[in-house]
């Protein structure tokens, strides 16, 4: 895997470097004792395949930057810096201009260090977006760094555990949510964000928050641009006759496949994924994308021992436990688009977090109707829903209502709907705050600037779906597969431009995406125009009620866990009976994060 790393130490050495290696290897970076700083040139390749960007690196006696990604620049002389000299370079330019402020100046997807060992400084940052990551330690006078964990705590300085805390929000939330780690004392830049060491002293904030003020023109004017700002995003992401496409059918898919198309000029090629089980194929919506705008579809089904093989190599390839089931077929559809000479993907992740596609986000407006119900009338409505049996959906619905957001959207999760001291056991949750997910929640909801329900819950689902969840799933993927993915859909000048758009465009009388499918209605087929999102879901907990060997294998996986002491046993028989009492899509959710958790733990020898 690519990664990037680095030390600062007042104990006079520090180093940065990056390995291309698909193993996860520990650092290999090169420290001089008679000079400060020493960058590691060293490529290993990646997965035999050796497609990968290789980080933009620059050093002078006293200041030495490690960059990965493609950002763009704001200032015309560093534009022309990184034009001639590389990204680096013009970051180290624009830092001796600008100190800190060079971060108004840089955007795209990046994620860098500069150090500057002589005044023990160190500034570390990742984009707006959040498409490249990065985590830091800091400890007893040492700084080390890296975009995977595992290089991290590879370094001898680093003293550090598994955090029962980082489980338990692992649990959560299915993934471990920025800043959070799995290691104690290991932090994850969130997006937007910088850590800066200077002289001892580490300060870490914002230096940028996604700003959502209404455009002034009409709504016919702004349905007239969206085209041509979709348009603009792919062609950033500069396809060639390599580039080939994510394809489920789905909105954002289509539109990225679509324009694609219109721009290449010839048959370009899609790639889709299929599954054996009622109510989870889409190929058929796939198709009808390929077929109305005449490009190449390729395609694959994922099976039961599809499943099976890839699970130990995803848990050992993430740096920490990550629950995402599709990230499954994810990986087949890059590996299969790999394995016909592609050697970059553009996906379509973004879309409904910019422009209002999510089921909840129509449910909580629901909810959030409640809100206006004037006092009098609550003090009538709530004691006689409460008292009269009858109404027990009008009970249920204003208990829900009276939540505040966005602890509100977590009604349903597996730690709230069962009392956490039937599922860990005493001595566990004696270790964690069971508060910390809601806070963590909490505290980047209550950043969205102003008041606006529906730009609350995109701002939040911008880190916590997108940044830490479906970004790592598609990039981690796509790179264990030896291929490159862009995301037009998160090209800058597009989201943006979508956050311009009044909430009550964006969604209409409760209609998702209302906006988007109106501008795009004589673009995209009918039948993707209909569709309700779904996207590479996997019916892992009916294909562990079907097949015996992925059965076998998770329950084997099960009791493997039960052994470490933190779950209650009672609780895992409870779920494998409920699963197989006829609640198998559900329950295998549950099921599926245990499985996951256990072969992390294995696979990194926890």
């Given amino acids: 895997m690519s990664s990037i790393y680095g030390w600062l130490s007042t104990a006079t050495t520090s180093a940065l470097g990056y390995t291309l290696d698909s193993q996860f290897a520990a650092s290999t970076c090169l420290t001089a004792a008679t000079e400060r700083v020493a960058i590691n040139h060293e490529r290993a390749g990646l997965g035999g395949h050796g497609n990968v960007q290789v980080p933009s690196v620059y050093q002078t006696a006293g200041l030495s930057v490690i960059l990965e990604g493609t950002p763009h620049w704001d200032d015309p002389v560093l534009a022309e810096q990184a034009h001639k000299l590389g990204a680096a370079a013009a970051l180290a330019e624009g830092y001796l201009r600008y100190g800190r402020s060079v971060l108004e100046k840089i955007k795209g997807p990046f994620a860098f260090a500069l150090l500057q060992p002589e005044r023990n400084y160190a500034l570390l940052a990742i984009d707006r977006i959040g498409i490249y990551p990065l985590a830091f330690y800091y400890a007893d006078g040492l700084l080390v760094l890296a975009s995977q964990l595992g290089q991290l705590v590879a370094h001898s300085g680093v003293k550090t555990e598994t955090d029962p805390q980082g489980i338990f929000n692992y649990l959560y939330f299915h993934m471990i949510p920025s800043p959070g780690s799995i290691y104690k004392g290991v932090s994850k830049l969130q997006p937007g964000e910088f850590a800066e060491l200077d002289s001892g002293s580490l300060k870490r904030d914002f230096y940028w928050h996604r700003h959502y003020q209404d455009s002034l023109l009409s709504k016919a004017e702004l349905l007239r641009q969206l085209p041509a700002q979709l348009e603009q995003a792919v062609a950033a992401c500069v396809p060639d006759e390599h580039t080939g496409a994510f394809l489920s059918g789905g909105l954002d898919s289509s539109t990225v496949t ?74 087949y559809c890059a590996k299969f688009a790999r394995e016909r000479g592609m050697t970059q993907l553009l996906a379509g992740d973004g879309g409904d977090e910019i422009f209002a596609g999510n089921a909840r986000y129509a449910k909580q407006l629901v909810f959030d109707v409640y809100r206006h119900v004037p006092g009098f009338a609550k003090a009538v409505l709530e004691p006689l829903a409460g008292g009269l049996p009858p109404l027990q959906k009008l009970k249920s619905y204003i208990d829900q209502a009276n939540i505040p957001m966005p602890a509100r959207m977590e009604t349903y999760n597996f730690l709230h709907r069962t009392p956490l001291a039937e599922i860990f056991s005493e001595d566990f949750l004696g270790q964690i705050d069971a508060e910390v997910p809601l806070h963590t929640l909490q505290s980047t909801y209550r950043r969205t600037p102003g008041n606006d329900l529906v730009k609350q819950m995109l701002y939040l689902d911008g880190k916590f779906t997108l940044a830490d969840n479906d970004l790592r799933k598609v990039s981690q993927m796509c790179e264990l597969a030896g291929i490159r993915v862009q995301y037009p859909m998160l090209q800058e000048n597009l989201v943006e431009f979508a956050a311009t758009i009044p909430s009550k465009w964006l969604m209409q009388r409760f209609e998702l995406r209302a906006f988007y499918r109106e501008s795009l209605q004589n673009f995209l087929p009918k039948t993707t125009l209909a569709k309700n999102k779904q996207g590479f879901g996997l019916p892992f907990g009916v294909w562990m009620a079907e097949d015996k060997e992925l059965k076998q294998f998770a329950e084997a996986s099960l009791a493997s866990i039960e052994k470490r002491n933190f779950l209650n046993p009672a609780y895992i028989k409870k779920l494998i009976q409920l699963h197989q009492e006829g609640h198998a899509s559900y329950y295998g959710v549950m099921i599926w994060l245990l499985i996951m958790l256990e072969q992390w733990l294995v696979s990194h020898s926890v």
């Fill in 258 to 331: 679509g324009f694609f198309q219109k721009l290449a000029g010839r048959p370009v090629d899609a790639f889709t994924m299929g599954f054996d089980a009622e109510g989870y194929d889409e190929m058929e919506y796939a198709r009808a994308a390929a077929q109305h705008f005449k490009v190449k579809l390729h395609e694959y089904y994922v099976t039961p021992a599809d499943v099976l093989q890839a699970i130990p190599l995803i848990a050992q390839t993430y740096s920490e436990p990550f629950g995402n089931a599709s990230a499954i077929p994810t990986y």
